[in-house]
């Protein structure tokens, strides 16, 4: 490995030498032998390698012990299907390895190349749970002058990375914003689950990681703006689009008949076109109080169907405001979210469906290497003729920094979730409703 990052070194020196001898021999300005180049203003460019990996185990206890079936969530009428009952788990979650190539021109411009995988290990179908594992993330390059940025490529969108709100008080996994929920079954039929709850800090139909451009302009009086576009969420990199294999470029693992699955990456019902995405913070600091305040918004031109000829998906609309404020080693964030009727059948929109809403809070403490943090989550979505699903979800965590890049950690979470869709409430074919908790212990390195 080290031979082969000397050799990319000394390949790089190489090019910037051929271009700076190219710049002088073809430079307007004649030179005498005898006088001194100049010294360029520019930065070497230098790769760094960065990243994080998570190790945890779950003690997790609650009502319904069995649901779902299969990966996606399906199981034949009358099987009941085996769930996560099992009451402990090893996991490592949300690991990743950053490879970042940055440097500055003789004239001021800042430039970056960024790869960054994922940490998890094992198959990348989409029947192995995650539907997928190992694999490029984000992969994009960014230019920045004066203050602004340009960036394109594979990367998480401005309603991703500028929210401020209550999970980002939280410490831990994440509390209610972390991993529990993989460990905790949502109210299910004999199909498995509904997909009705929503228990996420973020706006519903998100353009992920998809190829996008996200512009920021310089920070002016504490006031920062950022917008991010996206051609079609169902699009990453150089995966091809409507071909007879892949008619609609869907990012999805609806097989259609199909097996396996078309494309086998991120389960999704429905893609967008020309998904927008604008966010507008301020950050600034009173004396010994900090205030950062961020309000996001996303839209789309169109919805469709991640299946071929199948029914309406009202567009992509929703909007959310939040913020953080931090003094004396005490931080609280709040976070607000309307999904509008993102991700909701035109049909069942008729009948009174929505995407749901969210509000989240949380208050930490901080005080050298140790820091804790209790935060609330609430998230309501109407169904239809009047009834509703919600989830309700109470988190503790606590960290202990042990060394420069070392971290303990604890994750207790307490769900309550209620769907009122679901009327049979047997074990094992629907349950309408579920409690219980999920804590987990983990360490943390970073480096």
């Known amino acids: 490995m080290k031979k082969i990052l000397l050799g990319g070194t000394a390949a790089f020196g190489l090019l910037f030498s051929v271009a700076a001898m190219s710049q002088e021999v073809t430079s307007s300005e004649y030179t005498t032998p005898t006088e001194a180049a100049a010294e360029p203003a520019s930065t070497a460019a230098k790769l760094t390698i960065g990243g994080s990996t998570t190790f945890h185990m779950s003690l997790f206890q609650q009502d319904a012990n069995t649901a779902g079936g299969d990966a996606q969530g399906n199981a034949p009428s009358g099987v009941f299907p085996s769930g996560k009952g099992q009451g402990y788990n090893f996991s490592l979650d949300d690991s990743f390895l950053d490879f970042t190539f940055a440097g500055k021109t003789d004239t001021g411009l800042d430039y970056k190349g960024r790869i960054n995988f994922t940490g998890q290990t094992g198959s990348s179908i989409a029947e192995n749970n995650y539907s997928t594992r190992s694999r490029v993330r984000q992969n994009y390059v960014e230019l920045g002058f004066g203050g602004a940025v340009i960036q394109g490529g594979n990367l998480w969108g401005t309603d991703t990375t500028s929210i401020n709100d209550g999970s980002a008080v939280m410490g831990g996994d994440g509390g209610f914003g972390s991993n529990w929920s993989s460990r905790f079954n949502e109210p299910f039929t004999q199909f498995g689950s509904t997909g009705n709850m929503i228990y996420g800090a973020y706006l519903g139909g998100g353009s992920q990681t998809a190829t996008k451009v996200t512009v920021m302009t310089p920070t002016v009086m504490g006031f920062h703006a950022a917008a991010s576009f996206t051609p079609n969420t169902a699009h990453s990199g150089d995966i091809y689009q409507n ?184 074990d094992g074919t629907s349950r309408s409703q579920n409690k219980g908790t999920v804590f987990l212990l983990g360490t943390r390195v970073t480096f």
Request: aromatic fraction near 10%; hydrophobic fraction near 35%.
């Open 243 to 426: 071909n007879a294999a892949n008619p609609l470029g869907n990012q999805s693992s609806f097989s259609n008949g199909q097996s396996p699955a078309v494309n086998a990456v991120t389960p999704t019902a429905y893609f967008d076109q020309n998904h927008q995405a604008y966010s507008l913070a301020f950050s600034e600091q009173f004396g010994d109080l900090n205030v950062s305040l961020t309000g996001a918004t996303i839209m789309s031109t169109q919805t469709k169907s991640s299946v071929p000829s199948a029914a309406p998906y009202e567009d992509t609309k929703g909007y959310m405001v939040g913020g953080v404020l931090s003094a004396y080693g005490l931080n609280l964030g709040v976070g607000y979210y309307d999904n509008k009727k993102t991700g909701v059948l035109s049909a069942e929109a008729a009948l009174g469906k929505d995407g749901g809403k969210v509000f989240d809070a949380a208050i930490g403490w901080s005080y050298g290497p140790c820091s804790l943090a209790a935060g609330y989550l609430n998230g309501e979505r109407n169904i239809t003729d009047g009834k509703k699903a919600t989830a309700t979800i109470y988190s503790l965590t606590a960290d202990m920094r042990i060394a420069d890049g070392l971290t303990i950690y604890g994750d207790l979470n307490y769900a309550d979730m209620k769907d009122d869709g679901i009327t049979d409430t047997t």
